[in-house]
């Protein structure tokens, strides 16, 4: 089946801890990205990738990390959480970054405390 | 970068009724126009697209129009039944990256 895979799915942590949230898409896409969506603000993107070892900033990259060393996985890397962090993830993937339809993952729900 | 607005931010319509969800954009190289539906709880799903040599595209009872001299396009759902209730986003592809909507929650009254 062809899906997006989110790990974990909630994560409660405190300000400070690094952590990382995993993605991986097993439809060989290209086209991996990152966003963030908070109440009354839809969704944001932080990071994307069109490819291993190409990645560039979207509309809200601070405070994020992120990698492509291989092509089914791209995980979001929080540093140093803070609590404007809290909010719901999700990771998508296409087949390329034009003209193509986004499949999401189920969503990372994270509160930093 | 891109600035997308989305308007209503919240619709409800009687079971049966039609549906129209509007967003606007502002560059003028944006080239693709999805839409998505997201469930309570649940990821977003996209339910149509357009791309920008097409101005019109149905998927029966879903329909999306887009006008690139105005920056505008638009998301029509006809006879509304209950399941259609969910938030709606518009987004729009330029270049790499994309931007979305600030959603629409549309409720159809039984």
């Known amino acids: 089946e062809a899906q997006v895979t989110q790990n974990p799915r909630y994560l409660i942590t405190v300000t400070g801890k690094k952590l990382t949230v995993t993605c991986s898409q097993n439809?060989?896409?290209?086209?991996m990205s990152w966003y963030r969506q908070d109440p009354g603000l839809g969704l944001r993107q932080i990071y994307y990738s069109m490819n291993v070892e190409v990645t560039d900033k979207g509309d809200v990259p601070e405070g994020y990390k992120v990698s492509r060393k291989e092509k089914r996985n791209f995980p979001l890397i929080l540093e140093s959480p803070s609590p404007n962090q809290t909010s719901l993830y999700f990771c998508?993937?296409?087949?390329?970054?034009?003209?193509?339809?986004?499949?999401f993952g189920d969503g990372t729900r994270l509160s930093i405390l | 970068g891109e600035n997308v607005e989305q308007h209503p931010s919240t619709l409800s319509v009687q079971e049966g009724d039609s549906a129209v969800i509007k967003c606007t954009y502002s560059?003028?190289?944006?080239?693709?126009f999805p839409w998505y539906k997201q469930e309570l709880g649940k990821r977003p799903q996209l339910i149509i697209d357009i791309r920008s040599n097409v101005g019109e595209k149905k998927d029966q009872r879903i329909a999306v129009t887009l006008n690139k001299t105005a920056k505008h396009f638009s998301l029509h759902i006809t006879e509304t039944q209950p399941e259609d209730s969910a938030v709606y986003f518009c987004a729009v592809n330029t270049g790499n990256q994309f931007y979305f909507g600030t959603g629409t929650s549309l409720t159809v009254i039984p």
């Open positions: 439809m060989n896409h290209e086209y």
């Open positions: 560059d003028s190289a944006s080239n693709y």
């Open positions: 998508a993937s296409s087949v390329d970054s034009s003209n193509q339809p986004q499949h």
